[in-house]
């Protein structure tokens, strides 16, 4: 059955303002230069019900089909799925390595993923990217080993970061330590949980379908190590 919302926790305030493929380690992202698209709405406070109308199971666990995931090898870095956990380590330093899954593209819906941080220092990353055209448009939620947490949007080659980086408690900050990420998509409407706790939203007006990928990037060039697995897709009739 589909899983329940948990009432929010208190929130510290926003800051103002198929087979086997080449990598698409995502060296270096295109710099991030100025821009007048507008940024979304952000809201902190759920709604009543911040999960409404989630149905019935589409996909029990995305990388149980694991020729529809790139994977890779190099000295420096790898992507490997195994029994249904998918694993992305390297020590490339200051690079964004990822992997998309190529056969799933959402407009709407619920998806729910576990994932374990396996070897991470502080300033490394490790998140979801969700309505993704390879490098082109994509929402990337991104968590540090700090416990930081934060969404960055990538439209038409120009990064920006729409949820400045927040402390919450349940982002990993040890290593091994594992959280659960879920998303729920409604048109413009994508709202972001941990561990069934609601944390914000976003209502999104530029780009509304894409597909899902998975990244880390480790910051000082030691080894990052994070696995993913139980990628759930549940349908939404708000």
């Known amino acids: 059955c589909a899983p329940e919302a948990t009432p929010a926790p208190t929130l510290p305030p926003l800051p103002s303002s ?17 821009t007048n698209t ?26 149980d089909d694991a020729e529809t995931w790139q994977t890779f090898e190099s000295e420096s870095a ?36 576990d994932i374990r941080v396996n070897l991470c220092g502080e300033q490394d990353e490790f998140g979801l990217i969700i309505r993704a055209q390879p490098d082109t448009d994509q929402f990337r939620l991104g968590m540090s080993c700090d416990g930081q947490i934060w969404v960055d949007r990538k439209y038409k080659g120009i990064i920006q970061n729409i949820v400045p980086k927040m402390p919450y ?22 709202r972001f949980f941990l561990d069934g706790f609601y944390i914000f939203e976003l209502y999104e007006n530029i780009f509304f379908t894409g597909g899902l990928g998975v990244y ?23």
């Open 18 to 34: 198929t087979p086997t493929q080449t990598p698409t380690a995502t060296q270096v992202w295109f710099p991030p230069t100025p």
């Open 38 to 63: 507008a940024l979304p709405t952000i809201i902190t406070t759920p709604t009543s019900d911040p999960k409404p109308g989630i149905g019935d199971i589409l996909i029990d666990n995305l990388f």
């Open 78 to 113: 790898s992507a490997a799925v195994e029994d249904g956990t998918f694993t992305l380590v390297s020590s490339q330093n200051a690079q964004y390595l990822t992997s998309f899954q190529s056969g799933e593209v959402l407009r709407n819906g619920y998806i729910d993923v």
């Open 169 to 190: 408690g349940l982002v990993p900050s040890t290593t091994p330590d594992t959280v659960t990420l879920g998303v729920w998509m409604e048109g413009g409407t994508i």
């Open 216 to 238: 880390i990037r480790s910051m000082e060039g030691s080894n990052v190590s994070v696995s993913f697995s139980d990628l759930n897709i549940y349908e939404t009739n708000p």
